[in-house]
């Protein structure tokens, strides 16, 4: 982990400046206890009345903040969480995060972890579950006291003390709802104490969720056996949260995606017979939906941090082989006879204005943005910053082409072989499904960056260009 003390005290003056949202204490009547029955089916509505709660799931951020915006019809972003969240009364839910925030720990990650803190603060979470990961960054920054959720963690190997199990009582049908949210780690000894970990002696109906590390087949099974838990929350290895296994009645198997393009939404009902009913589905956090003032203002504050922590000047840089180097797009046509038909064809492209599309909304100082709107970020010679020469901003010749530097030398030299030669960049290197809808539609994509005279054939068009 990056160490930088400027990030760490940025990060320490938003939290001191972030909302405290007070926990709501709804009080319980007594009521005689419940056993809980669990059919699934799906429920694509949000719940009304007396007799319903809604829980809100989310988990595995991976340091994704929102949606870059490069395309139409992406899912995600925190500031429109708060537009699913209000069409359910306060005391009508309950909004959990299982953790693992983060994909990485570089300076910029760090940077994240405590933007999403304040983030679930902001959107009045009531439990969060910290992995291992999530509490080595938050010990190291500082971040586990005075926090406005409760948390909990399986983690052990920290001096501050975290239960692994908080319970939240919520009025449902005119008696006490209580849930009880817990976690282990199925690879310690912990699996065999799982039970302790739910009381029994609750004065009305209890549902039980288990956050877990691992859902293997002996693990589920043994947890099953006990016919404690209600809810099994299990690792995620897609996007969109799921029911893993429909067969299971209990414990519940889930997943609650990841990159926070969904809500898990649990709905809990008391049925007329008093047992209660669980209803799984997935909410997505669509593009439709109406942005927080709030949470827009701190992402961009987000912004405003990565600039002011000069992480795109910090990026790392590797040489390019044999000597090369990158000599910008001005090289290959402006004023020069060889290519100056494509390269007037090319500045009327989408490509010549990648760069302006990230100073539109500030992003330009973001090096997870930029690497795929410059020339060479990655490589010596390539993009700095701004104040790099700006004939390597955009999605220039170079990209695609190659670095030109012995490419030009041959043409002054006369010599035959003039072709440019790797790094080279292939659409899909930056058009991927999670930033382009691009797979499956190819051929519009490259009508779009046309820029020579003659035919080309799609499946070299990287290697192309008048000689």
Known sequence: MNDDKGAKVRIMMRLMKSLCIPVVC?????????????????????????????????????????????????????????????????????????????????????????????????????????????IRIAEDLGLLENLAFDIISYARDVETKIPVSHTR????AGQCLYVTVATI??????????????????NGPALNILIMNNCDEGVVGHIADTDVVDVLVCPSS???????????????????????????????QVVANQELKLDYSNVPIDENLSADEGLVQLYKDYQIMVREEKLLEKAIKV????????????????????????????????????YQTLVN????????????HVVGLEYETGFVSE??????????????????????????????????????SACINCHTPEHSNYEGHEDEYLQKMVHWEEPKQNTNVKNQGRP
């Not at 009582?169 to 449902?172: A, K, S, T």
């Open 319 to 354: 040489p390019l082989p044999n000597g090369l180097e990158y000599v910008g797009s001005n090289s290959c046509g402006f004023g020069n006879s060889c290519h100056q038909y494509e390269y007037e064809k090319w500045s009327t492209k989408g490509h010549a204005k990648a």
């Open 169 to 172: 009582e919520l009025q449902i």
């Open 26 to 134: 709804i009080g319980c009547l007594s009521a005689v206890t419940i056993r809980s029955v669990l059919p699934v089916h799906a429920d694509s509505g949000l719940p009304a009345g007396e007799n319903a709660i809604t829980i809100f799931l989310t988990g595995n951020a991976l340091g994704e903040l929102k949606p870059c915006g490069c395309a139409s019809g992406q899912l995600g972003g925190l500031e429109r969480r708060p537009a699913i969240l209000e069409k359910v009364p306060h005391d009508k839910r309950l909004v959990i995060d299982t953790g693992n925030f983060l994909a990485d720990e570089t300076e910029q990650d760090i940077i994240k972890f405590g933007i999403i803190i304040e983030s679930l603060t902001m959107l009045g979470y009531d439990i969060v579950n910290l992995t291992e990961g999530d």
């Open 361 to 372: 909304v500030g992003s330009q100082y973001d090096p997870e943005c930029i690497r795929c």
């Open 238 to 268: 897609a996007d969109e949260p799921v029911i893993i296994d429909k067969k299971t009645r209990k414990p519940l198997l889930i997943s609650v995606g990841q990159l926070g393009k969904y809500f898990g939404k649990l709905t809990v």
């Open 387 to 424: 104040k790099s020469h700006k004939d390597l901003r955009n999605v220039g010749c170079e990209v695609c082409h190659g670095p030109g530097s012995k490419h030009m030398m041959a043409i002054l030299m006369v010599e035959e072989d003039t072709e440019t030669s790797e790094p080279k």
């Open 185 to 202: 780690n199925a690879e310690s000894d912990q699996i065999e104490l799982f039970e302790e970990l739910f009381s029994s002696r609750h």
